[in-house]
Each structure stands twice: as structure tokens, then as C-alpha cells.
């Protein structure tokens, strides 16, 4: 009898553009995903709210500044979908707005649930939301990496301890 393959945890990180954010949550999340060997248990994808940069590699500061870290990002943007609802089973969002905006495209009030705030996986960083470093200095997009860092080790053992 051929056994089916045991379908992988999906985490979805959702951003305004995809470019800066969540491809970098994606990219440090990963990485921890390979640390810990569970990359036949758990994958991650990302996507933004707005569709205007679909196709662009992550915005040339923020993978300088990954880059910097170890973490190479290579994500191509893409806009998320009612379809991602179904597909993922974690949906992550960056900041108030994103929540908002994936609250208002989740095709159930079922598929709500699956829509958690990233910031709600910081400890030791006292802040509501990931901030948009778009239109910040470079400051901004280690800051973005720092949250991005604690929150992702956090979001990781919450799942590994529930599969
Ligand atoms: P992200 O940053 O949501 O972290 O990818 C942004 C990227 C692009 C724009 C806004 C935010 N934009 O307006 O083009």
C-alpha cells in the first residue's frame, strides 16, 4: 500500500506590499524551519495585501540588510487570495491594517481564526505591530529584523509544540 505523504504545516506571512516584511519573516522563518530539521513538517510562504510590486524580488535594502544576518531572500511578490484561506493554516499579519484587510477577504468566518497578528509572538519587544520600513532610514529595516527574529522563534515552537 503506498502511504500519502503527511501534508506539511503552511504559514502564510502577509504584508502591505511583499517586498519588505513578510518575505523577510518568510526568509528568517525558514531558516529556523532548516535549523530545526522540520522542513518535511512545516512550510511558509508570503504575500501582500496590495498587488503592485507582484513579481519583485524583496526591496533591495531589506535583503541587504537579511543578507547581512545569513538570510538570503529570493521570495517574488505576489498578492494574497480568498484561495489562501484554504491552502494555508496560519495567516500571518504584519501589522493593524494587514489584519484588518485579510479579516475582510477570509471567506468564513472559520477561516478568521486563522489570522494572528505577528506582534502577538513578541515577548521582549513591548510594540502592537511590525512597522512598515518602506519610508524609513536603514535603522528601520534592522529594527524590522529584530522583531521579525523574536517573533518567528516564538511562532515556530508554538507550532512544533502543537503537530
Ligand atoms: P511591505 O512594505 O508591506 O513591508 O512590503 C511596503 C512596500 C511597498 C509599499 C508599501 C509598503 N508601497 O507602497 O509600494
Do not use: W
Amino acid at each position: 500500500m503506498i502511504m500519502e505523504a503527511e501534508k506539511r504545516y503552511k504559514v502564510l506571512f502577509v504584508c502591505l506590499g511583499n517586498i519588505c516584511r513578510s518575505p523577510a519573516a518568510q526568509g528568517i522563518f525558514e531558516h529556523i524551519v532548516r535549523e530545526n530539521g522540520m522542513q518535511d513538517r512545516i512550510e511558509a510562504d508570503s504575500a501582500g495585501t496590495y498587488g503592485g510590486h507582484r513579481g519583485e524580488l524583496p526591496d533591495r535594502r531589506m535583503r541587504n540588510a537579511a543578507m547581512y544576518r545569513g538570510y538570503g531572500l529570493t521570495h517574488r511578490s505576489r498578492q494574497v487570495s480568498g484561495l489562501d484561506f484554504l491552502d494555508f493554516d496560519l495567516i500571518i499579519a504584519m501589522d493593524d491594517q494587514n489584519y484588518e484587510d485579510l479579516m475582510h477577504l477570509a471567506p468564513s468566518v472559520e477561516a478568521t481564526h486563522k489570522i494572528k497578528r505577528m506582534a502577538s509572538y513578541l515577548t521582549t519587544h513591548k510594540i502592537t505591530y511590525i512597522p512598515d520600513p518602506y519610508y524609513m532610514g536603514l535603522d528601520g529595516f534592522g529594527l524590522v529584523l529584530d522583531l521579525l527574529e523574536e517573533g518567528c522563534g516564538n511562532l515556530f515552537n508554538a507550532i512544533k509544540a502543537e503537530l
